[in-house]
Each structure stands twice: as C-alpha cells, then as structure tokens.
C-alpha cells in the first residue's frame, strides 16, 4: 500500500505560480513513475506530467515550458511547479504513484482567476 498526501494548492491571478507537493508513504521502495493528474469541473481527468524513479519527464501539450515536474526519491516527495498560469489551469490535481498498482492521491485544488 502506497499513500499519497498532496499539499499546495490554492487561488492565484493568471500569470502567477503555484508549486504542488506530494508526499508517498508506505510501500515507498515499489514505487516507479510518480505524476498528476488534473480534473476541471465537468471535464474527464486529464494526465498532466510524469516523472520516471530517475530523471525523465514528459508533459502534455499545453503545459509544456510552464510546468515542471521533480521528484526528491530521499524526501519520497514529487514536485509541481507551475509558472504563467492561465484560468484554464483551474482544476483539481491528483498525484499518483506507479508500482504493482495504480495509486492516487485526494487532490488538491488549483484556481486561477482571470
């Protein structure tokens, strides 16, 4: 069993940052690729960025040269820092832990005001 505590999220104006964190307890040593996830009111959950156990990252479109996802394997914690944010940011953001399962956390909530 893995648990995923997300923290970080919160209201900005459009064009500011937030950083996202997420803490895995548990079954840490399973642990492969870490990544989030977002879901916008209405909309299906939509992946965002994964980061594998070393240094590889991979983001959808829109974020790209935005975000950037990071991961501290000492502190079991995955990172999200979000730059220039537009209102279409706006979602809840889910962590997930890949090992022998699929794990997620409970989401943390991004607002971005226009």
């Known amino acids: 069993q893995v648990q995923l505590v997300e923290s970080g999220g919160g209201l900005v104006q459009a064009g500011g940052s937030l950083r996202l964190s997420c803490v895995a307890s548990?079954?840490?040593?399973?642990?492969?690729?870490m990544g989030w996830y977002r879901q916008a009111p209405g909309k299906q959950r939509e992946w965002v960025a994964t980061?594998?156990?070393?240094?590889?990252?991979n983001y959808v479109d829109s974020v790209k040269g935005r975000f950037t996802i990071s991961r501290d394997n000492a502190e079991n914690t995955v990172y999200l820092q979000m730059n220039s944010l537009k209102p279409e940011d706006t979602a809840l953001y889910y962590c997930?832990?890949?090992?022998?399962?699929?794990?997620w956390g409970q989401g943390t909530q991004v607002t971005v005001s226009s």
């Open positions: 997930y832990a890949d090992s022998s399962y699929r794990y």
């Open positions: 548990g079954s840490i040593s399973r642990i492969n690729a």
């Open positions: 980061i594998s156990r070393g240094t590889t990252t």
